[in-house]
């Protein structure tokens, strides 16, 4: 399955912040949207970086409830790692993986155009084994 196909299936809109945002504010996105990182931008087409919960888990263990107004740019990953809209789910996941990290934002002409998470990947990944193996049933049961 392609990230263009992940992408399909979910909300349309990537959830981004500036990188002024506070650390609390940035706690107040991820627990309203039920999400666990954003990707941080000023004009929501370019990367600037991404911020995650385990970042603000990072600094809070650190630097206690101080740290909570300090920007979102003080924390975040500016290296990020973005793939397009025409890689399978298997490299994502590959990347992902190697990289330590669970999301993953999708450029489309130079501009933000979507995030997918693990949990994405792996949802679509079992999708298409279970697709995959009644295939093979219908096959061997000569259906
Ligand atoms: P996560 O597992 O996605 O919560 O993130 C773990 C760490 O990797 C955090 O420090 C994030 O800022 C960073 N991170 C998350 N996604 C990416 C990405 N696509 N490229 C680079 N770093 C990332």
Redesign the pocket.
Known sequence: MLVSQILKQKPQGVITAAPAMTIAELAALLAQHKI??VVVTTDQKSVQG??????IV?VLGQKGAAALTQPISSI??A????CPLDVRATHVLQLMTE???????VMADGALVGMISIGDVVKARLSELAMEKDALEGMIKGF
């Not at 991404?50 to 970042?55: A, F, G």
């Not at 990289?99 to 934002?105: A, D, E, Y």
């Open positions: 666990g990182a991404i911020v995650s919960e385990r970042d990072r975040m990953t290296k990020v790692v973005t990289g330590r990290f669970r999301h993953m934002p």
